[in-house]
């Protein structure tokens, strides 16, 4: 990567990683719509996998033994044959319609948490919810690296326990990218010039970002965070709209 785009790429994975620090995920929500408007999507979703699982692995580490395997156990399958079908689409689909469609997912998850009460409460979840979740956020994660909030959506519905919810959804997390990576491999897009040495330059960042959003995390109003984490999104979220409209189909 020439260092004029390493020097706009640095600076966005060190707030998204930021970002990780202080909340446990949205990483890549923040990182790749800002991304594809200098580097393609295809070099981007692969490279912010790679720190996904570095950082991933450091913060869940920890609360694993809190996992809910049964819960796991559902979603798995499911998750596995969407990160198929959405690696299949990475490799091969333009940039036109990926992009916008990107972009309208982020702008649906932005309107969804800004219009979220603090004290809210919803009904479970039937387990068999499973499979429509677990094959959307499998797409997601695999076009975009954007499954987390799916993912959520579902746990938070299924879980009561809150250690319990965190330790599923990072694990959930975790084996997605380690499958991503591995799909992401196997379909070439890790032989791309340029993509690893890129990655070794940038993982420092992520890195440091994350100790970064880890010292901030008690500091900074949650409130607050979430409506400047949402508002960054939006524009984000519109930008990749706009870049998928002008792309060629």
């Not at 965070?225 to 939006?234: D, R, Y």
């Not at 524009?235 to 990749?240: M, Q, S």
């Not at 709209?241 to 792309?247: K, L, Q, T």
Request: glycine letters at 10%.
């Amino acid at each position: 990567m020439p260092a004029e785009s390493l020097a706009i790429v640095a600076p966005v994975i060190f707030v998204a990683y930021t970002v990780f620090g202080m909340t446990g995920f949205g990483a890549a929500m923040v990182a790749v719509p800002v991304l594809v408007q200098f580097i393609p999507l295809q070099f981007a979703v692969p490279l912010v996998v790679l720190f996904d699982l570095a950082c991933t692995a450091l913060v869940g580490g920890s609360n694993w033994r809190r996992v809910s395997l049964a819960e796991l156990k559902r979603l798995f399958p499911w998750l596995l044959l969407g990160i198929a079908l959405g690696v299949t689409l990475l490799h091969n689909a333009g940039a036109r319609w990926p992009l916008m469609l990107l972009g309208g997912f982020v702008l649906f998850v932005c309107i969804r948490g800004l219009r979220g009460s603090p004290g809210e409460t919803k009904a479970p979840l039937n387990e068999y919810w499973a499979f429509p979740f677990g094959v959307f956020g499998g797409v997601f994660s695999a076009l975009f690296g954007t499954g987390g909030p799916i993912y959520t959506i579902y746990l938070s519905r299924r879980l009561d326990a809150l250690d319990q919810f965190r330790a599923t959804i990072s694990v959930v997390i975790l084996l997605s990218g380690v499958v991503r990576a591995a799909a992401f491999g196997a379909a070439g897009l890790y032989s791309q010039p340029e993509i690893l040495a890129s990655a070794a330059v940038l993982l420092p960042v992520s890195l440091v970002g994350l100790y970064a959003g880890s010292r901030l995390r008690t500091r900074v109003s949650p409130e607050l965070l979430k409506k400047s984490i949402f508002v960054l999104l939006a524009i984000a979220g519109a930008g990749a709209i706009y870049r998928g409209w002008v792309s060629p189909s």
